[in-house]
């Protein structure tokens, strides 16, 4: 009876440890994480705080992020002119409906009145 009981408790508390593990088993081969890149160079200062100080309320819906916005400390090749922003969102889904959206389409606008700008997506690898 004892080893029954034995055999019994290992079962259940692997069973408890599969169940706890498979979300993040999941969350590893789920999504893999895509990055936005943009380089920017303002030319009204103004206008493009205004887009600075909207940015975070438009990301927040689609779990986006910024990660950096700088000056780029240039290591080889010709820097952008100007500031680089990188902006974390869970997938390239994700981005992508962040930069299709409405939120976005106005501060695109925004943005374009108030520096030129390179706009890109980067999938993220594991």
Known sequence: ???FATLALALAAGIAIGAWGIPSLRAQTGGQGAYVVMETHVTDPAEFMEYVQREPAALAKFHGRILARALPDAREGTPPDGDVTLIG??????ANQWFNSPEEAHLRELRQHSATSRVYVLNGIH
């Open 1 to 3: 009876m004892k080893k």
């Open 89 to 94: 969102f869970a997938t390239a889904e994700a």
